[in-house]
């Protein structure tokens, strides 16, 4: 694994990367390339080019979960939609409204980001609804898919940096 070395950057900075890399280019292809993809291909892109990135998974109340973007940066915690390359708000108790994928009238009850500073990370696919998140290599790895909360889902290890 390469050695990496992390900084948080700049609000102006992460809207340049986010600019320059456009995961949006993609299109949303339920179940083969969905809003897990498009957060993928941003924390990869920023880890190489050592910018610390959070990999964001947002629970909401109806069991629900959408993955986005975050980055430390000199206006404090900045998440962006992968899919448009947005900043958004996301807070406990919010709505969150930007996509007609994502649940507009139900509020955020978990925010769990995974930072790619975090070298122990390994990116995991449900077989069933094809969403990635990351897994550290320490904890074991979960019986249920977290996002689409499936009971009888086998997972397989997805390439990781």
């Known amino acids: 694994m390469k050695a990496y070395q ?7 900075t992460a809207k340049l990367f986010l600019s320059e890399i456009r995961s949006w280019r993609e299109n949303y292809q339920y179940p083969h390339y969905v809003c897990t993809h498009f957060t993928k ?18 629970q909401f109340e109806n069991k629900e979960a ?15 939609e992968p ?13 969150y409204t930007n996509l007609d994928r994502v649940p507009s009238d139900c509020p955020v009850v978990g925010i769990e980001i995974e930072w790619n500073d975090h070298m122990t990370l390994r990116f995991v696919t449900c077989e069933y609804d094809h969403y990635l998140w990351p897994v ?21 290890e997805h390439g990781a940096l």
């Open 41 to 58: 291909v941003l924390f990869d892109a920023a880890t190489v080019r050592g910018i610390r990135c959070g990999y964001v998974t947002i």
């Open 83 to 95: 899919q448009t390359g947005d900043q958004e708000y996301v807070e406990l108790g919010t709505t």
């Open 136 to 156: 550290r290599y320490d904890e074991p790895l979960p019986t249920t898919c977290p996002l689409c909360g499936g009971g009888r889902i086998a997972f397989t």
């Open 66 to 80: 959408h993955a986005v973007v975050a980055f430390e940066t000199d206006h404090g915690l900045a998440f962006f």
């Open 6 to 12: 992390f900084k948080d950057p700049l609000l102006l």
